[in-house]
Structure formats: C-alpha cells, structure tokens
C-alpha cells in the first residue's frame, strides 16, 4: 500500500471516527436503563451518566480491519491522558467517574491491556498489580506523548494510581458503524414488523442526528435520554400499525419557486377559473406536493394494501359528488357566470376548509393530517384529460370543447 494510500484511508477512518460518535451513542442508550443520559464531544467523545449521577466517560476508536490493541498503543493512553485529567478535576478518589475505552480493535493477547476488558480477574481495590503493569509497559517507550502520560499518571500517589487504573474498562471488538443499524433493528425493534424496519430506523436516525446537532452546536444544553429514544421508537411504530400510515412531509415544501400565475398544471387552472386568491392557490400547491410525496412514500415501503389507494379515491369522489350535487342544485346552462363561479368557490370551500377535518374521509382512521385529504382531491382534480372532481360548474363541459378543438 503507497503512502498516499494510507493517508487517504486514515483520513477515512477519521471522518468515520466523527460520524461513529452519534451512532454508537444511540446503540449504547438502548442498552443503558432508560434514565441513563448522553452529552456528545463533551468531556469525551461521550458522557454518559446513570440516574444517581454517576459519569462514564467513553472513548471511541473506529480503527482499520484488523488493527489490534497493544501494550503502547496511542488511542488507549491518550484516552488516558483525558481521563487522568477529569480525575483529577472531579476529587480524585471520591470521585464516582468511570472511564470506558469502545474500540474495533481487538487487544491483543501479549498486551497487559487485557487486564482492564470485562472478562479479566476482577481485583481488590487496592490491588498494585494494573499499576505494576502500566509501569512495566510505560518504561519500553520513548514516545514524547506517551512519555507525558507517564508523568501525569505518576503524579497521583500509589493509592490514587490503584483507584484511578482499576476505573477503566476497555470493550474491544465493538462493533462497526455500518454494523449499529442491524444490530439496534435485530435486538431492539423486534415489536415492529420486519418489513417496516427499515423505515422506522431510517427516521429514528433522522431525528437522533438532529439531536445530536443540537447538542453539539448548543442548541440543546440538556443532555439526551434514553426514555426519549424510547418515546420516538415508540411513536414512530405506532404510525406503521394497521390503522395508521406513516405523516413525513408535513411542513415540507417543494424545490424551486411557487408560481401561482404561471402554474399550468389542470388543478391550479381549475382554482384560478373560479377566482381563488394566489396566497390560497399556493396553500393548493403545498397540499399536492405533500400529499403526492406521501403517497410515493407509502407506495415505495409498500405500506398500501391492494387496492387501498384506489378505492380511497373512489370513496373521496363520491363524497365530493353528494355535495357537488347539493351545491349545484339550482344551477343551468343560462345562471350567470358569477353564479356559477360563486357555487365553485363554495364546493372548494368545503375541500379546502372541512374535508381535511371529516373522520369520514380519512385513509385510515388515524391518519388525521389534513393535506393526505386536501391534496388527494387536488390530485383527482389534476387528472388528465377530464379530472374526477372539478369545481366551476361548466368546467368539464368547456374543457371538453376545448379538448375537441384541439384534436
């Protein structure tokens, strides 16, 4: 391998090593008790701390395949460099800190490191021996950094150096970022069907790397739960459930500029026939691009049963043709064009202000965000070339003309 090789690979696993940060947290607070707390990139790469106050701080390395854990290696005493100062800083012996080395690495056998995995003999507390062996190993080097870890460790008193060796633990063979997805759905998502899996793992990790960013740009000063993950697995299942689907694009908006003017799509025409201000044809827009993303969405992770989509349409229309009819009622050919553009305005009216709240026309019972309803008709009403639902009374008969002229 060229040395241009290496430095782009470590420079990869460095980039890995910050994007392994967050990840690895929301492993570890599925694993934790609910009331155990995370900080990110505060003391260390992460602070966890239990329900009686207690603080871990982790070090995480996501190294290179194969690379192992030795006697003198970096990332174990530079982890121990951070720890001896938030020792120090934190009483020293009275204090409760723990200090946990997740690493990919695996440490190999020969190493005195093996001593601190969780498997090693479990010592008294004033057992010498770990400093013994971090004596012995410190004295075969003549690293300058690592060097200064001995001098800072060698500043505690014998006790102190007992206490602060014996508070460390090191979890080798952790697993890899590209491994934390399957691990958190196999053990942790098992009450949701497989086949949604992915989908509610995909949005979990959307809102923790919110989380996580609030955090680190101090957005957030209070740090994040394990209850909190809980809550939001919880509520996100809950909208794969046989009575509901999936809400994603709430609030979401379409790239580019809205032209209200110049829009020629068949829906927006019908709006601007019967005179609807441009601010609530822009409200239209957003209700057909939501609603049609929606439906792309559920289509895509296959949350539809057969036929669902179709017989839902079928069931809007005919609703819209009870009251179409009602509306229409009094009207000809011979009413006046302000009349028949008045009775339009109040059909959409309903569309536009009560469909979206009516149990009745829901999809499912409890998909209750009112533009799945609102765009729906808006895309019923965009079919080409005669639409299912139209809202000036003469509307199909002049597009109808039109179209035959045209043909």
Same mark, same amino acid.
């Given at each position: 391998?060229?040395?241009?090789?290496?430095?782009?690979?470590?420079?990869? !696993?460095?980039?890995?090593?910050?994007?392994?940060?967050?990840r690895?947290?929301? +492993?570890?607070?599925?694993?934790?008790?609910?009331?155990?707390?995370? =900080?990110?990139?505060?003391?260390?790469d +992460?602070?966890?701390?239990?329900?009686?106050?207690?603080? #871990?701080?982790?070090?995480l390395?996501h190294?290179?395949p194969g690379e192992?854990?030795?006697?003198?290696?970096?990332?174990?005493?530079?982890?121990?460099?951070?720890?001896?100062?938030?020792?120090?800083?934190g009483? $020293?012996i009275?204090?409760?800190?723990?200090?946990?080395?997740f690493t990919?690495?695996?440490?190999? !056998? #020969?190493? =005195?490191?093996?001593? =601190?995995?969780?498997?090693?003999?479990?010592?008294?507390?004033?057992?010498?021996? /770990?400093?013994?062996?971090?004596?012995a190993?410190?004295?075969e #080097?003549?690293?300058?950094?690592?060097?200064?870890? &001995?001098t800072?460790?060698h @500043?505690?008193?014998e006790a102190e150096?007992?206490?602060?060796?014996?508070?460390?633990?090191?979890?080798?063979?952790?697993p890899?970022?590209?491994?934390?997805?399957?691990?958190i759905k196999?053990r942790?998502m098992?009450?949701?069907?497989?086949?949604?899996?992915? @989908?509610? =793992?995909?949005?979990?990790?959307?809102?923790w790397?919110?989380?996580?960013?609030?955090?680190?740009?101090?957005?957030?000063?209070?740090p994040?739960?394990g209850?909190?993950v @809980?809550?939001r697995?919880?509520?996100?299942a809950?909208?794969?459930?046989?009575?509901?689907?999936?809400?994603?694009?709430?609030?979401?908006?379409?790239?580019?500029?809205?032209?209200?003017?110049?829009?020629d799509?068949?829906?927006?025409r019908? /709006? $601007?026939?019967?005179?609807?201000t441009?601010?609530r044809?822009?409200?239209?827009?957003?209700?057909?691009?939501r &609603?049609? !993303?929606?439906?792309?969405?559920? &289509?895509?992770?296959?949350l539809?049963?057969?036929d669902e989509?179709?017989?839902?349409?079928?069931? /809007?229309?005919?609703?819209?043709?009870?009251?179409?009819?009602?509306?229409?009622e009094?009207?000809d050919?011979?009413?006046?064009?302000?009349v028949l553009?008045?009775?339009?305005?109040?059909?959409?009216?309903?569309?536009?202000? !009560? @469909?979206?709240?009516i149990?009745s026309?829901?999809?499912?019972?409890?998909?209750?965000?009112?533009?799945?309803?609102?765009?729906?008709?808006?895309?019923?009403?965009?079919?080409t070339?005669?639409?299912?639902?139209y809202?000036?009374?003469?509307?199909?008969?002049?597009?109808?003309?039109?179209?035959?002229?045209?043909?």
């Amino acid at each position: 391998m060229t040395a241009d090789q290496v430095d782009r690979f470590s420079a990869g !696993e460095q980039g890995l090593g910050y994007l392994y940060q967050p990840r690895f947290a929301l +492993l570890k607070l599925f694993e934790l008790p609910e009331e155990t707390s995370v =900080f990110i990139e505060k003391d260390d790469d +992460l602070n966890f701390v239990d329900m009686g106050g207690r603080l #871990t701080l982790g070090s995480l390395k996501h190294k290179a395949p194969g690379e192992r854990l030795t006697d003198l290696s970096t990332d174990f005493w530079k982890s121990v460099r951070i720890w001896l100062k938030r020792y120090k800083h934190g009483g $020293r012996i009275e204090s409760s800190h723990q200090f946990y080395l997740f690493t990919t690495n695996e440490v190999s !056998e #020969t190493s =005195f490191l093996k001593e =601190f995995l969780p498997t090693a003999v479990t010592r008294s507390a004033d057992d010498p021996a /770990l400093s013994t062996l971090a004596d012995a190993a410190l004295a075969e #080097t003549q690293s300058e950094p690592i060097q200064k870890v &001995a001098t800072e460790l060698h @500043s505690l008193n014998e006790a102190e150096q007992v206490d602060f060796l014996r508070r460390i633990t090191i979890f080798d063979r952790a697993p890899r970022i590209d491994d934390i997805p399957g691990l958190i759905k196999d053990r942790h998502m098992r009450s949701i069907r497989r086949e949604y899996r992915d @989908s509610v =793992f995909e949005r979990l990790e959307g809102w923790w790397h919110d989380a996580a960013l609030a955090l680190l740009t101090g957005k957030r000063l209070s740090p994040i739960y394990g209850y909190e993950v @809980s809550d939001r697995l919880t509520a996100l299942a809950d909208e794969y459930k046989t009575d509901n689907l999936p809400i994603t694009f709430r609030g979401k908006e379409p790239n580019g500029e809205i032209d209200t003017e110049n829009d020629d799509r068949l829906f927006v025409r019908q /709006l $601007r026939e019967i005179g609807i201000t441009s601010a609530r044809i822009r409200n239209a827009i957003l209700d057909y691009y939501r &609603a049609y !993303e929606q439906r792309s969405q559920w &289509a895509r992770e296959n949350l539809l049963i057969s036929d669902e989509l179709e017989d839902y349409e079928d069931r /809007l229309e005919d609703e819209w043709s009870r009251y179409r009819d009602v509306v229409f009622e009094q009207l000809d050919r011979e009413s006046a064009e302000s009349v028949l553009r008045e009775a339009g305005q109040k059909l959409y009216r309903w569309v536009d202000l !009560e @469909s979206g709240n009516i149990s009745s026309l829901r999809i499912r019972e409890r998909v209750t965000e009112p533009y799945v309803v609102r765009g729906c008709f808006h895309i019923l009403a965009n079919l080409t070339p005669l639409p299912r639902v139209y809202w000036h009374p003469l509307f199909l008969e002049r597009l109808r003309k039109l179209l035959t002229v045209s043909a």
